[in-house]
């Protein structure tokens, strides 16, 4: 079985692998590409997003809206992962300094965003502490 899976890792997602789904896999990507869209935007970022901003940002949106928080971290899956998939479908970009942005050409703006309006008073929230 487990060779099996290894075969096809490269033809199957990975969220099979997971026991995430496509929808639950893009709300975790997609959310977590609001964060960072968010911290390069409006808190002072704009020269990148470490993954130290990431790490804290997350970790107050935890104490203030858990739902939001764990759309976005998942058992078995860590921020890194997501990371990843966020690079490899070009949604975000690296520096050479390991900061992340946003990829401008693909997101132009806030309407090219998948779940912002939801997000962005939450967002403040955690801004605020």
């Given at each position: ?30 959310m ?12 002072g ?85």
């Amino acid at each position: 079985m487990e060779d099996e899976k290894r075969g096809i890792r490269g033809i199957v997602p990975e969220e099979y692998f997971t026991g995430e789904d496509w929808i639950r896999a893009g709300r975790r990507r997609y959310m977590l590409l609001n964060v960072i869209y968010y911290l390069q935007h409006f808190a002072g970022k704009g020269s990148g997003v470490s993954m130290g901003d990431i790490l804290e940002f997350l970790e107050v949106l935890q104490t203030v809206d858990v739902e939001i928080y764990s759309s976005i971290i998942k058992p078995r899956i860590p921020v890194e992962s997501t990371l990843g998939e966020l690079l490899k479908d070009g949604l975000i970009t690296e520096s050479s300094d390991g900061k992340f942005f946003v990829n401008a050409e693909r997101v132009k703006s806030e309407s090219d965003l998948i779940y912002w309006n939801s997000v962005k008073r939450v967002f403040d929230k955690v801004k605020l502490r």
